[in-house]
């Protein structure tokens, strides 16, 4: 699908987010593992989060739907049924990496898929440390799905030092660990997203600056009965699309503002964006409040690279804030980019390509050369069926001269469905 967007003079309104991605996956695969009823509240109708409920179910899960709730009933640890058919993860690297974590802790024989894309990311870093802990597990040329998990005897303890903070490598060996009836640690020294650890209660210590998390059988699997927030990743392409047009004013309503997902927020204010949260509460385990932006004088930003970890699935829309940030921005220490649905750097680079922007590409990141008045007639952005780079193309659009077209634009729908209408919805 081509989609056309129309320059706009402003932004005005207000926004209901589609629902947490990663914390909506999570409480599926959480609900199987839990012996009872979950009850979930504004689960994603996206489609990594529809694949993750359908492995789910697969796996022995009972699923109905009553309202706006979902109504999920565990089998527990030790009822984890063998599929009768492949998994298919379809395009969510979440649902690969950690139900292969469950199906290897289990015990139990299954084979991981998923669509072209997924199949090209590596799972290396999941399969060792699941070999490691005793599973068998078999991958194309030794690193690609599809995965086959065969039954295996039970899990060995491991202790685990993450080589790099990935929230989905962390929580694959954790999901493995429930199953043991020895405790398995994951060793973390740069902090990731901690969904996982919140919504599981798993006990966690601080040590020499090192957070230690610890899993085993003993660990009570609590019911995922919650309402889930809406996604920061998909608020902040409105945060940049607010802050880069004159006068705008946007009200982004029930955002997850989990302090691992959040740090977009104070990168943006760093760079003089006018951004306030109110209405600041708790649902479940898991912070929440609205987000007030407004047009805003952007300065130019060095992204600290302690910050890539915590702001990863943001960085190509960051781009497009730094483009119109007075001076010269840089984003490095981001290679893992360069692993995500498409090489993001490359994508990024391509982006700004489009409109004839002054920039350095490296090898893991980035150099802006931004101008507030920068100005361009129009262009033809290429996705690379890439959900992000779709929407970070079409912020990108919106301050053109003339309307510009985004390619393979239906990209946008594995995380925000409704985005296209959202924009029209806000646009002056």
Request: charged share 25%; net charge negative.
């Amino acid at each position: 699908m081509i989609k056309s967007v129309k320059p706009v003079s402003s932004l005005k309104g207000e926004l209901t987010l589609p629902p947490d991605k990663s914390i909506s996956q999570r409480s599926a695969i959480f609900s199987l593992l839990h012996e009872g009823v979950s009850e979930v509240q504004n689960y994603s109708p996206a489609q990594d989060p529809q694949s993750t409920l359908r492995c789910v179910q697969q796996l022995g899960a009972t699923v109905s739907k009553e309202d706006d709730r979902l109504i999920i009933k565990g089998l527990g640890r030790k009822n984890i049924k063998k599929p009768e058919s492949d998994l298919d993860c379809e395009n969510s690297g979440t649902a690969m990496r950690l139900l292969s974590g469950v199906v290897a802790g289990a015990g139990i024989s299954a084979k991981l898929v998923g669509d072209a894309s997924l199949s090209e990311r590596t799972m290396t870093r999941i399969i060792n440390p699941l070999e490691e802990m005793g599973a068998h597990i078999l991958a194309r040329n030794g690193a690609y799905a599809p995965l086959f998990v065969n039954r295996h005897e039970p899990l060995k303890p491991l202790k685990f030092e993450l080589p790099i903070p990935s929230a989905q490598l962390k929580s694959c060996v954790l999901l493995a660990g429930l199953f043991g009836e020895e405790v398995t640690q994951v060793i973390e020294t740069l902090p990731s997203r901690d969904h996982t650890e919140r919504l599981l209660n798993l006990d966690q210590k601080v040590v020499h600056e090192r957070k230690i998390i610890s899993a085993s059988l003993a660990d009570e699997i609590p019911a995922q009965t919650y309402t889930i927030p809406g996604d920061f990743s998909a608020a902040a392409f409105w945060l940049v699309a607010g802050i880069i047009q004159n006068n705008a004013e946007l009200v982004i309503k029930n955002v997850g503002l989990n302090p691992t997902r959040n740090a977009l927020i104070e990168i943006l204010k760093e760079m003089n964006a006018q951004i306030h949260i109110e209405n600041e509460r708790m649902e479940g385990a898991e912070p929440a409040g609205d987000l007030i932006v407004k047009g805003s004088d952007l300065k130019a930003i060095n992204l600290d690279p302690k910050l890539i970890p915590n702001c990863i699935d943001e960085l190509p829309v960051l781009a497009v804030a730094m483009l119109f940030a007075e001076g010269t921005s840089e984003i490095s220490g981001a290679e893992e980019l360069r692993h995500k649905e498409t090489d993001r750097i490359m994508a990024i680079s391509e982006m700004l390509s489009a409109v004839q922007a002054k920039f350095d590409e490296k090898e893991d990141g980035i150099i802006i050369h931004g101008d507030p008045d920068f100005t361009f007639e129009s262009a033809e952005f290429e996705s690379f069926h890439d959900h992000r780079i779709a929407m970070a193309s079409a912020v990108l659009a919106l301050k053109g001269n003339k309307e510009s077209t985004i390619n393979d634009a239906e990209s946008a729908s594995v995380s925000y469905p409704a985005f296209w209408d959202d924009i029209k919805r806000i646009s002056i």
